[in-house]
């Protein structure tokens, strides 16, 4: 059965910075991209950044490219997300799943397999 477990969430001032991390286990990582997710309640869940399975190409939402970048060991997990000139609008609470993507923002949830996710905080 696939386990994803992120860590590295926390508390951070404005303009801080973070790395999370999913730790990725019993899962076909040849057929499925990795995606990292946030969601905020009452708001829509958001996907940030993905890896693809195919060739480790990278996309993001326009919302935090340039200021989040994904990336992974070799053995492909596990599957980080570098976050810098991080902002209050970025609070929520992140999680990495299976994912598809194809294109900036086109990221999306598939094949159901996701974490618990990882709270992060930014306030001053």
């Known amino acids: 059965q696939a386990q994803l477990v992120e860590s590295g969430g926390g508390l951070v001032q404005p303009g801080g910075s973070l790395k999370l991390s999913c730790s990725i286990s019993?899962?076909?990582?040849?057929?499925?991209?990795i995606g990292w997710f946030r969601q905020v309640p009452g708001k829509e869940r958001e996907g940030m950044a993905c890896?693809?399975?195919?060739?480790?190409?990278?996309f993001y939402a326009q919302s935090v490219e340039g200021r989040f970048t994904i990336s992974r060991e070799k053995a492909k997990s596990p599957v980080y997300l570098q976050m810098s000139t991080l902002q209050p609008e970025d609070t929520a609470n992140y999680f990495c799943?299976?994912?598809?993507?194809w294109g900036q923002g086109s990221i999306y949830e598939w094949g159901r397999h996701r974490g618990q996710g990882t709270q992060v905080t930014v306030t001053s």
């Open positions: 890896i693809s399975n195919r060739d480790d190409s990278t």
């Open positions: 799943a299976s994912a598809q993507c």
């Open positions: 019993g899962l076909d990582l040849d057929y499925y991209a």
